[in-house]
C-alpha cells in the first residue's frame, strides 16, 4: 500500500512526489492523461524556482529554456510600457517540462498510474479510499494535486466550484519573429494574451477570454479577429506568426475564487488550493513553493504505519498556517490586479500611470510573487 496517493501529476502532484520518495515513502500518482502532452499555460516561470529545482536535481538548462528578463505591456488602445524585470524568469513548454518531471520522479522510484480519472475520494476512520475505474485504492495520505477544476471539487462539494466564472483560456505554440527575452502582457476588451518564447525555437501565446465574447461572435477564430485583434500587437502577431499545434489548447471557467489548502482532510496543492490571475505569472512557482511547503509537513509529522489522528490534525494545521503565510496576501494581490487588465478603459490608465510612475511595475510584480527558495 502506498503512503501517499497523488490525485494529478501537474507540477504540484510531481514536484511533491520527487520530495516524498526521496524521504523514503512510497508514492503513487494517478493522472488521467499520459505524458507528454499540452497544457493551457503561458509557460513562464519566475526564477524564484531555480534554487529549489537545483537543490532537487532538476537541471533546467538541459531543456534549453529561454531567460526572459523585460516585460511590456500593450493596450488595445496602442498604448505601451516596458520595463526591466528584477528577478525574471524562464520559457520551457508544459509538454518539455511535465515530462522531464515525470521521467525523473518514474525514475526515483515513484509508481504511477496514467490514463487514469481519479472518480471520487472519501476519507474514513483515518485513511482515505480512492475510486478508479474498475478498483479501488487505500492510503493514509491523498494529495490533491489535480489542478484549477476537477470533477472531484463536485463530489467534495467545494464551494468556489457553485461559482460559475466567464473566463475561458486558449493557448497556441507559434514561430515568430519577436525577441527572446520579453514576455508581452497584451490587453484588449475583457481578457489579455501572454506572448513568451519557450524551449525550442518557438513561443507560447496564451490568451484569456470572456464566454459571452465568445458567444457573441461564435468562434475562436471570429472572438480572435474582432475583439483580440483590436490590439495592434495581437494583430500582428496573428497575421504573421506560423501556428505550430494542429489545434489550440481550450479550457474554460477559470476561477479565481478562494479554495482552502486543506479540504475532507485532503492535502490540496498547487491550484487545487488556489489559483491566482494568469496575467501575474506565478501560478506554476506558486504550485511548485505549495508542493516544497506540502512535503515539508508531511516528511515531519508522517510515520509509516502508526500514524494517529492527532498526527494527521497537526500535518493540516502545519501545511494550512504555512501555505496561507506564503500565498494569502500573493492571491489578494493577484485578484486585484485581475481588475487593472483586460478592461480597454482600465487598461489604458494603468499603463499612462505605469509611464508616470516606473518604479509602480516592479512593486506591482514583487507583491504577487515570491522570494527565491530553496
Ligand atoms: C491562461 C493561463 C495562463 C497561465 N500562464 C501562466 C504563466 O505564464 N506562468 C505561470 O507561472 N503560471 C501560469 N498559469 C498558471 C499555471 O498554469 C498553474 O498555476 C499550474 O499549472 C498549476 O499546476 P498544478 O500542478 O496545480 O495543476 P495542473 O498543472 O493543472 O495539473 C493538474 C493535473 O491533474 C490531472 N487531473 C485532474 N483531474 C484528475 C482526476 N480526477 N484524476 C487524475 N488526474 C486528474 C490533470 O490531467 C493535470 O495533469 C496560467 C494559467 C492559465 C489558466
Redesign the pocket.
Known amino acids: 500500500m502506498a503512503d501517499v496517493l497523488i490525485?494529478?501529476?501537474?507540477?504540484?502532484?510531481l514536484c511533491n512526489a520527487l520530495q516524498l520518495v526521496r524521504a523514503g515513502l512510497q508514492v503513487t500518482v494517478?493522472?488521467?492523461?499520459s505524458y507528454p502532452f499540452h497544457?493551457?499555460?503561458?509557460?513562464?516561470?519566475?526564477n524564484e524556482v531555480l534554487p529549489f529545482f537545483e537543490n532537487l536535481g532538476i537541471d533546467i538548462n538541459s531543456l534549453n529554456p529561454s531567460r526572459i528578463n523585460r516585460l511590456e505591456i500593450t493596450s488595445a488602445g496602442g498604448k505601451r510600457f516596458s520595463t526591466p524585470l528584477d528577478l525574471g524568469g524562464f520559457g520551457v513548454s508544459r509538454y518539455t517540462l511535465d515530462d522531464y518531471l515525470y521521467q525523473k520522479a518514474r525514475l526515483a522510484g515513484v509508481k504511477f498510474m496514467l490514463n487514469?480519472?481519479?472518480q471520487d475520494v472519501q476519507y474514513l476512520e483515518n485513511r482515505f479510499i480512492v475510486t478508479i475505474p474498475g478498483d479501488v485504492l487505500t492510503a493514509p495520505l491523498v494529495i490533491g494535486?489535480?489542478?484549477?477544476r476537477?470533477?472531484?471539487d463536485q463530489k467534495l462539494k467545494r464551494p468556489f466550484f457553485y461559482k460559475r466564472s466567464p473566463y475561458l483560456?486558449v493557448k497556441f505554440h507559434i514561430k515568430a519573429d519577436l525577441p527572446d527575452d520579453l514576455i508581452q502582457l497584451n490587453n484588449y476588451k475583457d481578457g489579455y494574451c501572454?506572448v513568451s518564447k519557450v524551449d525550442g525555437d518557438r513561443w507560447c501565446m496564451?490568451y484569456?477570454a470572456h464566454r459571452d465574447d465568445l458567444r457573441k461572435h461564435g468562434s475562436l477564430a471570429a472572438l480572435e479577429e474582432n475583439v483580440i485583434c483590436k490590439n495592434p500587437q495581437l494583430k500582428h502577431i496573428f497575421n504573421n506568426a506560423e501556428f505550430l499545434l494542429d489545434k489550440p489548447e481550450v479550457?474554460n471557467e477559470?476561477s479565481f475564487e478562494k479554495k482552502a489548502p486543506v479540504d475532507h482532510h485532503l492535502l490540496m496543492?498547487?491550484?487545487?488550493a488556489g489559483?491566482i490571475a494568469?496575467l501575474c505569472?506565478?501560478?506554476?512557482?506558486?504550485?511548485i513553493h505549495s508542493s516544497k511547503l506540502l512535503a515539508e509537513a508531511i516528511i515531519k509529522n508522517y510515520q509509516s504505519g502508526n500514524f494517529t489522528a492527532q498526527q494527521r490534525t497537526k500535518l493540516e494545521q502545519e501545511y494550512t498556517q504555512a501555505w496561507e503565510k506564503e500565498f494569502a496576501n500573493r492571491l489578494w494581490a493577484g485578484r486585484q490586479m485581475q481588475r487593472l487588465f483586460g478592461r480597454d478603459s482600465v487598461t489604458g490608465l494603468t499603463i499612462s500611470m505605469l509611464n508616470h510612475i516606473p518604479p509602480l511595475a516592479n512593486f506591482l510584480i514583487r507583491t504577487s510573487h515570491g522570494e527565491p527558495f530553496v
Open positions: 490525485i494529478g501529476g501537474g507540477l504540484a502532484g494517478i493522472e488521467k492523461k497544457r493551457v499555460c503561458g509557460e513562464y516561470i519566475s487514469t480519472r481519479v494535486a489535480y489542478g484549477k476537477s470533477n472531484l483560456a501572454g496564451c484569456l479550457i477559470i496543492s498547487g491550484d487545487t489559483m494568469p505569472g506565478n501560478g506554476m512557482a506558486m504550485a
